[in-house]
Nanobody, 115 residues
Framework: QVQLVDSGGGLVQPGGSLRLSCAASGTFFSIYAMDWYRQAPGKQRELVATISSGGRTNYADSVKGRFTISRDNAKNTLYLEMNSLKPEDTAVYYC?????????WGQGTQVTVSS
């Protein structure tokens, strides 16, 4: 059984920063790719960033240069460092892992960027 618990969201002013965390239970965390998705009100869930088991990363064009995805395999934890935040980054952020065709999702953490 895999459980993902998201945390770290909050209210931040434009230009500010936040760091999201995703704590994973279960085994074999290190061998799976992990992702961050987000869903804004009235919009579809979109992929924000991906990190492979080997540490290779990919980002949506909208966050390149501002967001950094990373993982600590010793702590079974995924991170998303978000800088230079914009109002359009406002969304619920979810961590995700696909293991053997089964999708696992965190419960989501709200990020609101507003002055």
């Amino acid at each position: 059984q895999v459980q993902l618990v998201d945390s770290g969201g909050g209210l931040v002013q434009p230009g500010g920063s936040l760091r999201l965390s995703c704590a994973a239970s279960g085994t074999f965390f290190s061998i799976y790719a992990m992702d961050w998705y987000r869903q804004a009100p009235g919009k579809q869930r979109e992929l924000v960033a991906t990190i492979s088991s080997g540490g290779r990363t990919n980002y949506a064009d909208s966050v390149k240069g501002r967001f950094t995805i990373s993982r600590d395999n010793a702590k079974n934890t995924l991170y998303l460092e978000m800088n230079s935040l914009k109002p359009e980054d406002t969304a619920v952020y979810y961590c995700h892992s696909n293991r053997g065709g089964v999708n696992y999702w965190g419960q989501g953490t709200q990020v609101t960027v507003s002055s």
